[in-house]
């Protein structure tokens, strides 16, 4: 392989495909990543097995090949280099060369043959996405995500496909977020896959590059093309919690909160808390909100704010997190915020948005 091209160009695309890159496996391949020429096109995979990406871009072929890189130690070679044109050069024992105008390095490569192979999506059923409404509605889901790798089916986001909607779902157990989309489409078919967190992250990562996401559905895997990146990403395997049958039905009295006040008052909240005392407490007036922390040892804060609110007065608890991650996540002026009971869960509702938090308990 004998390549020219642009460092800005090579740096780019391997900003893009690091973050799924891992020294830890007892596979070393997986450290490195594969260039491979295509006419004037280099096309620059990486895996973890569970998850690949692939990045093209442009250059100029002097003679066709591909080689397996270290990847860490090539980016960092490249990030360092002085000038912007490069020439790389593959020798038959995998002897790679990197020539600027005055630079020189050598570094040993792997056959491109033991890379692992990517999957390729041949037929199957696709579904084109605007990035900026997957972008939001991941962005308003991803985080409700469960970290708990023993409930593994819960470490991912559910896509649900149907007619022409589209639901991203995302529990942790202690809450729900649905954000419900329209497509521009229909689908012939059901479709409910669980794509995992890691997978989701670097789809969200690499958004910005493209106007429109195709999603291609695989046997047990998905496939994101956006423009000259694809993410491939083996799903999670199983059936999701059966969510529709947790949504409370609608109240109606509503605390109506001013989301950048409400959001302010329990970060203020949350600087007091420890593991041992997580929960920030609500207590609801008519037409008023008292956002207040004690901590034993630590200290004391209490916080009015004017809401609108006609129904009973009630005391309740949350981890502030919680609270945190949706409020900072929605774009609106005010939230209606839906409180039963002091044990019963709290919900924001919107015509395509439901958030649910289970309350905790206070003392």
Same mark, same amino acid.
């Given at each position: 392989?004998?390549?020219?091209?642009?460092?800005?160009?090579?740096?780019?695309?391997?900003?893009?495909?690091?973050?799924?890159?891992?020294?830890?496996?007892?596979?070393?391949?997986?450290?490195?990543?594969?260039?491979?020429?295509?006419?004037?096109?280099?096309?620059?995979?990486?895996?973890?097995?569970?998850?690949?990406?692939?990045?093209?871009?442009?250059?100029?072929?002097?003679?066709?090949?591909?080689?397996?890189?270290?990847?860490?130690?090539?980016?960092?070679?490249?990030?360092?280099?002085?000038?912007?044109?490069?020439?790389?050069?593959?020798?038959?024992?995998?002897?790679?060369?990197?020539?600027?105008?005055?630079?020189?390095?050598?570094?040993?490569?792997?056959?491109?043959?033991?890379?692992?192979?990517?999957?390729?999506?041949?037929?199957?059923?696709?579904?084109?996405?605007?990035?900026?409404?997957?972008?939001?509605?991941?962005?308003?889901?991803?985080?409700?995500?469960?970290?708990?790798?023993?409930?593994?089916?819960?470490?991912?986001?559910?896509?649900?496909?149907?007619?022409?909607?589209? =639901?991203?779902?995302?529990?942790?157990?202690?809450?729900?977020?649905?954000?419900?989309?329209?497509?521009?489409?229909? /689908?012939?078919?059901?479709?409910?896959? /669980?794509?995992?967190?890691?997978?989701?992250?670097?789809?969200?990562? =690499?958004?910005?590059?493209?106007?429109?996401?195709?999603?291609?559905?695989?046997?047990?895997? /998905?496939?994101?093309?956006?423009?000259?990146?694809?993410?491939?990403?083996?799903?999670?395997?199983?059936?999701?919690?059966?969510?529709?049958?947790?949504?409370?039905?609608?109240?109606?009295?509503?605390? /109506?909160?001013?989301?950048?006040?409400?959001?302010?008052?329990?970060?203020?909240?949350?600087?007091?808390?420890?593991?041992?005392?997580?929960?920030?407490?609500?207590?609801?007036?008519? =037409?008023?909100?008292?956002?207040?922390?004690?901590?034993?040892?630590?200290?004391?804060?209490?916080?009015?704010?004017?809401?609108?609110?006609?129904?009973?007065?009630?005391?309740?608890?949350?981890?502030?997190?919680?609270?945190?991650?949706?409020?900072?996540?929605?774009?609106?002026?005010?939230?209606?915020?839906?409180?039963?009971?002091?044990?019963?869960?709290?919900?924001?509702?919107?015509?395509?948005?439901?958030?649910?938090?289970?309350?905790?308990?206070?003392?």
């Amino acid at each position: 392989m004998k390549i020219k091209l642009q460092k800005k160009d090579l740096i780019y695309a391997l900003q893009k495909v690091q973050g799924i890159i891992t020294t830890k496996s007892t596979l070393p391949i997986i450290s490195y990543i594969l260039l491979t020429t295509q006419e004037d096109i280099l096309q620059i995979n990486a895996t973890d097995l569970d998850i690949g990406i692939k990045c093209r871009i442009p250059m100029e072929n002097i003679e066709s090949g591909g080689i397996c890189l270290p990847a860490r130690r090539f980016f960092e070679i490249i990030r360092e280099l002085p000038f912007d044109d490069l020439e790389i050069t593959t020798k038959k024992n995998n002897l790679t060369n990197i020539k600027t105008k005055s630079c020189e390095f050598k570094i040993i490569g792997l056959n491109p043959e033991e890379f692992p192979k990517l999957p390729e999506f041949k037929e199957g059923q696709c579904v084109k996405i605007k990035s900026e409404i997957l972008k939001k509605a991941i962005s308003l889901t991803s985080f409700a995500v469960s970290l708990d790798e023993t409930r593994y089916i819960l470490n991912g986001i559910l896509l649900y496909f149907y007619g022409n909607n589209f =639901n991203m779902v995302a529990t942790d157990g202690k809450r729900l977020a649905i954000k419900k989309e329209e497509l521009h489409e229909s /689908i012939n078919k059901e479709i409910k896959i /669980i794509v995992p967190i890691k997978a989701i992250r670097e789809l969200e990562r =690499n958004l910005e590059d493209t106007e429109e996401v195709l999603l291609v559905f695989g046997k047990n895997q /998905i496939g994101f093309e956006l423009g000259n990146i694809n993410i491939i990403s083996r799903l999670i395997e199983g059936d999701f919690p059966d969510y529709q049958q947790v949504i409370p039905v609608e109240v109606p009295h509503k605390v /109506i909160v001013n989301r950048q006040l409400f959001l302010g008052a329990i970060r203020r909240a949350a600087l007091l808390t420890t593991p041992d005392y997580q929960a920030v407490k609500l207590e609801v007036f008519k =037409n008023k909100l008292v956002v207040s922390k004690s901590t034993p040892d630590i200290g004391e804060s209490y916080e009015e704010l004017s809401v609108e609110y006609e129904g009973k007065e009630m005391l309740i608890g949350f981890n502030p997190d919680y609270l945190i991650d949706v409020f900072k996540n929605l774009e609106d002026e005010n939230i209606a915020f839906e409180l039963t009971e002091s044990e019963k869960p709290a919900v924001i509702r919107k015509s395509d948005y439901i958030y649910i938090v289970l309350p905790m308990r206070l003392g």
